[in-house]
């Protein structure tokens, strides 16, 4: 399987910031486009933001102009520094790697963000 290393979470105040961090193997992060997702109890999994090996970047409209998703083509390492973090930021975020012939999902192993006072 592909392993995505994710690190970078913890807790914060309201209006506090994060970077999180994931490294995948140069096969995958040179072709693929990569992505946070995020997950609370209960509910879907949900793109937070996503990025091409080109630098083409999309965000979810609930993170835009907060997040923004960066790469480190030396590192292979991609990146979500979050800023101005608010409770309803509060997830576990995942790492991803969408292959899409044949289609599969590769996750990183979770890592919790906390947003409160």
């Known amino acids: 399987q592909v392993q995505l290393v994710e690190s970078g979470g913890g807790s914060v105040q309201p209006g506090g910031s994060l970077r999180l961090s994931c490294a995948a193997p140069?096969?995958?992060?040179?072709?693929?486009?990569m992505g946070w997702y995020r997950q609370t109890p209960g509910k879907q999994r949900d793109l937070v933001a996503r990025?091409?090996?080109?630098?083409?970047?999309n965000y979810a409209d609930s993170v835009k102009g907060r997040f923004t998703i960066s790469r480190d083509n030396a590192k292979n390492t991609i990146y979500l520094q979050m800023n101005n973090l608010k409770p309803e930021d509060t997830a576990v975020y995942y790492c991803?790697?969408?292959?899409?012939?044949?289609?599969?999902?590769?996750w990183g192993q979770g890592t919790q963000v906390t947003v409160s006072s």
């Open positions: 991803n790697v969408q292959k899409p012939l044949p289609p599969v999902n590769y």
């Open positions: 140069r096969s995958i992060f040179s072709i693929y486009t």
């Open positions: 990025i091409t090996t080109g630098g083409s970047t």
